[in-house]
């Protein structure tokens, strides 16, 4: 059990490390600013325009790194520094949410996986800490309710990892419309790049952290020991 413990510290901090580094690197990407001068507003609406989505309206919420698209409203919400914004980062940020529009209207596969999945997990993340720790407490009276718990977490992690496929999808439409489209220039597409990979790196830790915690949880249930 106490490798389990080494694994977790060790996933917390690195996830420390890449959110700090995201942010240090969305930072200094937002002090270069695009060649063609367009704002994260104006860029997003123009490629919803280029895909013929005409039914998604690209608004501004209050926020740090806050962006994102919301199905249920057709929305593609983006923070003030991104909405307002004129730097690659902007870019990077409103093009890759728009992406997320292109899934919806083109009904990506994996979106629509994960779409489905939203209504189960918003109900199970409700009491699924409460199971887990009730049945950590009466696991040698009643270790039923921590398999329930275990069930409910690995809902999480399965929602974790079919997020991926949707966030470097999103990605990737976002740099192949922006260099198709000639809206960044070639260094301004690798800065572009390497801002949504740092972004796509906290979902990928996100998700390996999500499977070390659900197998630590199976090994409390076996009743493992080191």
Known sequence: ??????????????????????????????????????????????MLTDHGITDVKVISVEGSLSDHYNPADKTVNLSPDVYHGRSVASAAVAAHECGHAVQHATAYSWLNFRSAMVPALSVSSKY?????????????????????????????????????PVEFDASNRAIAWLETNNITQRNETETAKSALKWAASTYVIAALSSLATLVYYIMIFMGRRD
């Open 128 to 164: 699924m800490q409460w199971i887990l720790l009730g049945g950590i407490l009466l696991l040698n009276t009643f270790p039923a309710l921590l398999l329930i718990g275990i069930l409910l977490f690995a809902l999480t992690t399965v929602f974790s990892f079919v997020t991926l």
């Open 1 to 46: 059990m106490g490798f389990m413990y080494i694994i977790m510290i060790g996933f917390l901090l690195l996830s420390f490390i890449i959110s700090w580094r995201f942010k240090s690197k969305f930072n200094e990407y937002s002090q270069q600013m695009l060649m063609n001068g367009l704002s994260g507003k104006e860029i997003a609406e123009k």
